[in-house]
């Protein structure tokens, strides 16, 4: 069978068809050309394209984005080697934990306890966002690609127990804890 048919109604005239599996379909495959002529656009015969105006200067991105390495613009560190129930201020203001690696070389577990608050927290009586287990003898990392939001700022300490009003120190010298914050 080929392409094309004639249309009973008119002499001659034809009704562009493609057969596909022995039956004809409507031919609504996009062409290109000048007047008079029509070429299918296929991958050896692509549509052809052009820019209407430029991009606008600056720094716009178009496309994929792909994470670079650079030297400036990157994630804080918050280091502590021997974390304890003596609460700590990471920053002060607004900001976002994007992961941690906490290891703790005691031979009971630990409690990493993150707060979202400007100050400084008081681990029996303010109350964390976030519970970190970090088993004995164990690592504990994450990584949190969007960040965890904290509003009013970050602080962070660490416990013996998991309650919320838990006080109790870790074993001494046994948490290295860094924290990824922006």
Same mark, same amino acid.
């Given at each position: ?54 991009? !606008? #200067? &600056?720094?716009? +991105? ?7 390495? $650079?030297?400036?613009? @990157?994630?804080? =560190? ?56 970090? !088993? #004995? &003898?164990?690592? +504990? ?7 965890? $939001?904290?509003?009013? @700022?970050?602080? =962070? ?26």
């Amino acid at each position: 069978m080929s392409d094309n048919i004639t249309l009973p109604q008119g002499a001659g005239t034809l009704l562009a068809t493609d057969e596909i599996l022995g039956v004809h379909v409507l031919r609504a495959k996009v062409q290109t050309g000048v007047d008079g002529t029509a070429v299918d656009v296929s991958q050896s015969n692509p549509l052809p394209v052009g820019l209407v105006g430029s991009l !606008p #200067a &600056g720094a716009n +991105t178009v496309g994929a984005v792909h994470v670079k390495p $650079a030297t400036a613009g @990157g994630l804080s =560190i918050y280091h502590n080697i021997g974390l304890s129930n003596t609460g700590q201020n990471v920053k002060s203001s607004a900001g976002q934990v994007f992961g941690w690696h906490l290891a703790n070389t005691g031979s009971s577990a630990a409690f990493v306890k993150l707060y979202d608050m400007a100050g400084t927290p008081t681990m029996n009586s303010d109350t964390p966002a976030v519970t970190l287990c970090v !088993p #004995a &003898g164990q690592v +504990t990392s994450a990584e949190h690609t969007n960040g965890i $939001a904290f509003t009013n @700022g970050i602080g =962070i300490g660490a416990t013996a127990g998991s309650a919320d009003n838990n006080n109790s120190a870790p074993g001494l010298n046994t948490l290295v804890v860094n924290v990824f914050y922006k």
